[in-house]
């Protein structure tokens, strides 16, 4: 089972006098706000618990309906933590631990159907036409599902949902060796056929075609010398990438593939999706635009992650660690940090708002030692040296592993890891 890496915890940064605090503004809750976490069954916890500001944790069974686990708990404070075991495959956990406003931990939830998965296996079967012999068509489903297809070839996309699927066709053409280019597109939209149905041909010389648009990006940033592109398209049954690299692309100024604003329905968004190197091995930085216009752009990246000041806290029952990030204003919604284990993963992760009210970003794991239910198996064990990585993230777009974008929302953020000695 896949596991995302979501996770927070608490603030104690009274100690730290040269701390820079976030100001996000933060109001009271209502009086005894109810925030529900859901998951799908696919996704259902080991254990969950609740921490109402500084109380105790608080161990919660879940409500089941229609295919999910609800987790309720009643807030009085304006800030509280979640703490969540996934299994991440047989034989590991992944605890992960979110502190932020009540209403903000609903977000570390998984019930969305691109994190569940499908919800039936159907298969469609089809033909291209108005592909030559140096072009290549890549056909998508709704469903995430994707298949390719040559001249005279016949193609089938399987594993596809029940219900209606938008389906995404593009056509490649070789330019050089091991190079191509974006030629046309196909877009249907509301496909529902039953298993083993053929589509009528996906023909690139037929009306139905389009050629994509091709705009330029102008990246920036500290120490950005160029950036990976990918570009990507969401409907209402649809969310995927389409994109390849334009042949040697490289340098600041970029082009990126689009389709034409005409051929978007209401609600449909296009991702421009840009990634590059930090300063040190395995850093990474990233920045997301959600659009409908193609047009010329400019992206900023955000800096790197400032290097976390590290505390060992206690060695038993398991490894406690307290991690404290100095404030960068670029990334203002939310800091998380992973410890891996041989067979744990556990994670904190803190918003902008629960960090403004605690102090900063000061994330400790808590002591759920004793909490009921909770096996400390699943904490950090002991170790000569531990490896983590840390993730802050900021803009506009919502939080959690799916947040639903508006046009013109953006996310930046930067990874960055190493090995400490506790």
Not at 26 to 51: A, K, R
Not at 201 to 216: H, I, K, M
């Amino acid at each position: 089972m896949k596991t995302i890496a979501v996770v927070c915890l608490l603030a104690l940064l009274a100690a730290c006098s040269d701390y820079k605090s976030p100001t996000s503004p933060v109001t009271p809750p209502p009086e005894g706000q109810t925030v529900s976490v859901v998951y799908c069954d696919t996704y259902t916890p080991l254990w969950v618990g609740f921490e109402d500001g500084d109380g105790a944790w608080t161990h919660v069974q879940p409500l089941s309906t229609n295919g999910t686990r609800v987790y309720r708990f009643t807030f009085a404070s304006n800030r509280g933590a979640i703490a969540t075991v996934l299994e991440a495959s047989p034989g590991t956990t992944s605890l992960q631990v979110l502190y932020g406003a009540p209403t903000e931990l609903a977000s570390i939830g998984l019930n969305t159907p691109r994190i569940c998965g499908i919800t039936g296996d159907k298969k469609l079967l089809g033909t291209v036409a108005g592909v030559d012999s140096t072009d290549v068509a890549v056909v998508r489903s709704g469903s995430g599902t994707l298949t390719t297809a040559h001249s005279g070839e016949d193609f089938a996309i399987d594993h596809l949902a029940d219900g209606p699927q938008d389906i995404l066709a593009s056509r490649a053409t070789l330019v050089n060796p091991g190079e191509q280019l974006l030629t046309k597109f196909i877009l249907r939209r509301g496909v529902n056929l039953p298993d083993n149905s053929s589509l009528p041909v996906l023909d690139f010389g037929a009306p139905e075609s389009f050629a994509p648009v091709v705009a330029n990006v102008t990246v920036g940033g500290d120490g950005v010398d160029g950036a990976y592109l990918l570009s990507l398209l969401r409907t209402a049954n649809f969310e995927d990438q389409f994109s390849i690299p334009f042949p040697g692309a490289t340098g600041l100024t970029q082009s990126y593939y689009a389709l034409p604003e005409a051929q978007l329905a209401a609600g449909d968004l296009q991702e421009l999706n840009a990634s590059t190197h930090g300063s040190t091995p395995g850093a990474s930085r990233n920045v997301r635009l959600y659009f409908r216009t193609p047009v010329d752009r400019a992206l900023e990246f955000g800096p790197d992650v400032i290097t976390p000041t590290f505390t060992t806290l206690a060695s038993t029952p398991s490894l406690r660690i307290r991690a404290q990030f100095v404030a960068q204003d670029e990334y203002d919604r939310q800091t998380a940090i992973a410890y891996f284990g041989p067979t744990t993963t556990v994670a904190v992760l803190m918003t902008a708002t629960y960090a403004a009210v605690a102090g900063g970003y000061d994330l400790v794991m808590p002591e759920l030692a004793g909490v009921a239910g909770f096996d400390v198996a699943w904490e950090l064990p002991v170790a000569a040296s531990v490896r983590w990585a840390a993730n802050r993230m900021g803009g506009t777009l919502g939080l959690g592993i799916d947040p639903v974008p508006t046009e013109g929302a953006i996310r930046r953020a930067a990874s960055a890891g190493d090995v400490i000695t506790p």
